[in-house]
């Protein structure tokens, strides 16, 4: 049974730092795209950073570039968000996510952020951003 766990959420103030973790268990996403998404209360599940299988590509949503970090451990199959200069607006659930299929050299990138590409899911954590 694949598992993503995730941990690190919590309540931070408006300009503070946050690190996510996500472990997997029950099977190795070595070759595989992760990602994080996040949901607001009242609002749709939205993509918030990606990572290729081997970490060489990384893609963030236009809102938490040049603040958010996605890296990965395969040696510890996880995944992280490093999250710096939090805002209010950062305030979500915080979801990890795997891709099933192995990732492979497609005609465009798009997918890397398509909500619908991933199959795994783990419960969340939260982050709240105190203003």
């Known amino acids: 049974q694949v598992q993503l766990l995730e ?3 919590g309540l931070v103030r408006a300009g503070g730092s946050l690190r996510l973790s996500c472990a997997a268990s029950g099977r190795a996403f070595h070759s595989h795209a992760m990602a994080w998404f996040r949901q607001a209360p ?4 939205e ?9 060489g590509r990384t893609f963030y949503a236009d809102s938490v570039k ?3 970090t996605i890296s990965r451990d395969h040696a510890k199959n996880t995944l992280y968000l490093q999250m710096d200069n939090l805002k209010s607006e950062d305030t979500a659930a915080y979801y ?3 891709d099933a299929s192995p990732d492979v050299p497609r005609s465009s990138t798009d997918h890397y952020s398509d909500i ?6 783990g ?6 951003v105190s203003s």
């Open 66 to 68: 040049g603040r958010v």
């Open 47 to 55: 993509f918030v950073a990606a990572i290729s299988w081997n970490g």
């Open 123 to 128: 419960q969340g954590t939260q982050v709240t």
């Open 116 to 121: 619908h590409e991933y199959e795994y899911w």
């Open 96 to 98: 990890c996510a795997g």
């Open 7 to 9: 941990s690190g959420g």
């Open 42 to 45: 009242g609002k749709e599940r």
